[in-house]
């Protein structure tokens, strides 16, 4: 599985951006994906997961209500939606893909994508 993580940038504090995750190879045995993130300075943290048919979804706490995490099962892309952006939410953000049901456990993740820089200014 290869993963490709795109729609970075930098944005103003109360913006919005739309992260893309696509998704090439065998992808058959995968349940869901994830979007985790990590500040500099900081370890990579859960943001949020959707299931393989977009049945359930996990949100971090702290992003409850502001992101939105959907799937394009026909592109085999997933997307994070991030509104009301906050300085805090700068961070690289990577997507991720797993087999197991554990949606917000990083150690439950088989397959990384390279990460994309989210730059939210005060």
């Known amino acids: 599985v290869q993963l490709q993580a795109s729609g970075g940038g930098l944005v103003q504090a109360g913006g919005s951006l739309r992260l893309s995750c696509a998704a090439s190879?065998?992808?058959?045995?995968?349940?869901?994906t994830g979007w985790f993130r990590q500040a500099p300075g900081e370890g990579r943290e859960f943001v949020a997961a959707i299931t393989y048919n977009g049945g359930s979804t996990a949100y971090a706490d702290s992003v409850k209500g502001r992101f939105t995490i959907s799937r394009d099962n026909a592109k085999n892309t997933v997307y994070l939606q991030m509104n009301s952006l906050k300085p805090e939410d700068t961070a690289v953000y990577y997507c991720a893909q797993g087999s197991s049901s554990w949606l917000a456990e990083i150690h439950e993740y088989d397959y990384w994508g390279q990460g994309t820089l989210v730059t939210v200014s005060s």
């Open positions: 190879g065998r992808t058959r045995n995968i349940y869901k």
